[in-house]
T-cell receptor
């Protein structure tokens, strides 16, 4: 089966750094995605990891450890507009298909 | 360009109505997806089309009927819906279902069933 866990809510201060963790258990792992979703909007792609290590993209970085079933999203120099839900999603190979299984999301509130 | 468009943005319908949601992408992607998202919940996969053929149906009730007329278009036909079907319906596309392909989401259609 599949199981993806991430904290429900987090609060951080503008200008600070925040790390959002995600742990997963899946039988056919083929990559982990992070999406940002503002209220009542569609998810926006942030990052993708399929090999162990850190992927950096501007203020956002994502890390993956396949042996530990663990990933984190690191947000630096937080801005008010970073207040959103952050969804961890694992690509699960089912036959020849690669479908995304989403975690419940972490609602991040950035305060002045 | 990573744009997926969806129409309409908002839809209100009665339980006896028939309506359709539309999704379009011009990125040459060969996999398209329908997701349903309830408030404060993650997106849940409904259907996957791979090379214009339905490849996955996640046990979705028959009152939801997907259609893929061509490689750029994906429709979701709605008939005899229930109030609990009210949700944000998201369309996504990716290069192909296999491999390291990112799914790009459209803005969604917010559906209210009265």
């Amino acid at each position: 089966g599949q199981n993806i866990d991430q904290p429900t809510e987090m609060t951080a201060t503008e200008g600070a750094i925040v790390q959002i963790n995600c742990t997963y258990q899946t039988s056919g792992f083929n990559g982990l995605f992070w999406y940002q979703q503002h209220a009542a909007e569609a998810p926006t792609f942030l990052s993708y990891n399929v090999l162990d290590g850190l992927e950096e993209k501007g203020r956002f970085s994502s890390f993956l450890s396949r042996s530990k079933g663990y990933s984190y999203l690191l947000l630096k120099e937080l801005q008010m507009k970073d207040s959103a839900s952050y969804l961890c999603a694992v690509r699960d190979l089912r036959g020849s298909q690669g479908n995304l299984i989403f975690g419940k999301g972490t609602k991040l509130s950035v305060k002045p | 360009d990573t744009e997926v468009t969806q129409t309409p943005k908002h839809l209100v319908m009665g339980m006896t109505n028939k309506k359709s949601l539309k999704c379009e992408q011009h990125m040459g992607h060969r996999a398209m997806y329908w997701y349903k998202q309830k408030a404060k919940k993650p997106p849940e996969l409904m259907f996957v089309y791979s090379y214009e053929k339905l490849s996955i149906n996640e046990s979705v009730p028959s009152r939801f009927s997907p259609e893929c007329p061509n490689s750029s278009l994906l429709n979701l036909h709605l008939h005899a819906l229930q109030p609990e079907d009210s949700a944000l319906y998201l369309c996504a596309s990716s290069q192909a279902p296999q491999g390291a392909d990112t799914q790009y989401f459209g803005p969604g259609t917010r559906l209210t069933v009265l």
